[in-house]
Structures are given as C-alpha cells and as structure tokens.
C-alpha cells in the first residue's frame, strides 16, 4: 500500500563500490525525483524524469546515473562511491508540472547511505 | 538559477502562540508553492499548498501568498510541541525546489 517505497533503507558500504537504490511508485504519477538532502538537511533536487524522459539534470557527478525502466520506477546507480556521498537520498513522485498546479511531491522513506 | 530563500532559523516559540515562517522565490512566473513539514529522520510531508493570491487556512495553518511580491508565508496558530519540526517552502515549476528550510521548536 506505500505510494513511494524506496530500498534500501540503510546503506552502508566502502569507498570505491557500486550501489544502487530502488524506487517505485504507485501513484499514478508520470514524474519522478530524486533528491540528496546532506547533514545541514537541505534538499536538493539531482534528477527529474517525466515518463521516462529525463527532464532535470542538475550538477551532479558522472558517478551518479538514474534509470527509468518505466513511469512507476526511478532508480539510483552510484559508481565509484565516495566520502562526500555520505548522505540520505529521497525518492519522490508528482502529478507533471506544468500540465496541473497539484503536483504535490510524494516521498519515499529515505534511504540512509553511509560511505566509509 | 531559480532560488527558493526561507530564514533558516531557527525559530522558537512558546506553546499557544504564532509561529510565522517565511518564503521568498525568484520566478515571478511560479505557480504551485507548497509547504511541507519534515520531522527528524523522517521524509517531506505536506502540509498546505496554494495557487493564487491570499491566505488559505486549515485548521491551524493558514498559508499566504503575494504573487506580486513573490513571497509566501505559513503561519501556525496555537502553536503545540507536536508542531516542532523543520518546515520547508516548496516552488514547484517545472521541478520542485526547496527552500532550506526553517527549524521551529516550539517549547512547552
């Protein structure tokens, strides 16, 4: 029954690894984000996708790459993981902007990744 | 760059009185502003949205919006412990962007 559900909730692994985190949502939604909120809690949007397109790029490293296999799934893929990635990634789905104002953003539980 | 600015606190209030938390952002063609409300270790929730000019009130929380002066506020009456948490304004074009994001604590 979770509208936005993201795996893992925990990740802790070492430098250098490849990891990937998991978000699907059951909404309906045709647009999906994802969002990096650091240890001063701000949000930070990295990646939008409508209906599988990519949509928002914003400065983010190579290392990071989203993929959409389809409008319910948007997951994460992190290469050569560093230090400085030592934060919690939010999933989140929306109505399309632009085509409704309602597009109040839903939100996964977070997943804590821990880089050591 | 499109900016969302909040004051970034943080702001304490005793239990019982107003907590006014405030919103300004760049776009002057933004449409969909939302505030959102985020307890420690959990994820965003919403808690009011408004589209046009004005206030909006539920319950409690009362959203304003000033399209003109590009400022939208989110007052909270009656202020309880439960209501202390870090609440976000949110700008929502053709992306979400938040604010920083105000931390209130509202004491007993």
């Known amino acids: 029954d979770t509208a936005v559900s993201q795996t893992p909730k925990y990740l802790v692994t070492q430098m250098g690894n490849d990891k990937s985190i998991k978000c699907e949502q059951n909404l309906g939604h045709d647009t999906m984000y994802w969002y990096k909120q650091d240890s001063k809690k701000f949000l930070k949007i990295m990646f939008s996708?409508?209906?599988?397109?990519?949509?928002i790029n914003e400065t983010v490293p190579n290392r990071f790459s989203p993929k959409s296999p389809d409008k319910a799934h948007l997951n994460l893929h992190i290469n050569s993981l560093e230090l400085g990635d030592s934060a919690v990634y939010f999933c989140?789905?929306?109505?399309?902007?632009?085509?409704?104002?309602?597009?109040?953003?839903?939100f996964g539980q977070g997943t804590r990744l821990t880089v050591v | 760059q499109k900016e969302v600015e909040q004051n970034s606190g943080p702001l304490s209030v005793p239990e019982g009185a107003i907590a006014s938390l405030n919103c300004t952002y760049s776009d002057r063609g933004s449409q969909s502003f939302f505030w959102y409300r985020q307890y420690s270790g959990k994820s965003p929730e919403l808690i009011m949205s408004i589209y046009s000019n004005g206030d909006k009130e539920d319950g409690r929380f009362t959203a304003q919006l000033n399209k003109a002066s590009q400022y939208v506020s989110l007052l909270i009456r009656d202020s309880q412990p439960s209501d202390s948490a870090t609440y976000l304004c949110v700008v929502n074009d053709n992306d979400m962007r938040f604010g920083a994001g105000t931390r209130l604590t509202v004491k007993p």
């Open positions: 996708y409508n209906n599988k397109e990519l949509i």
């Open positions: 989140a789905s929306s109505r399309t902007p632009g085509q409704t104002l309602n597009t109040e953003a839903f």
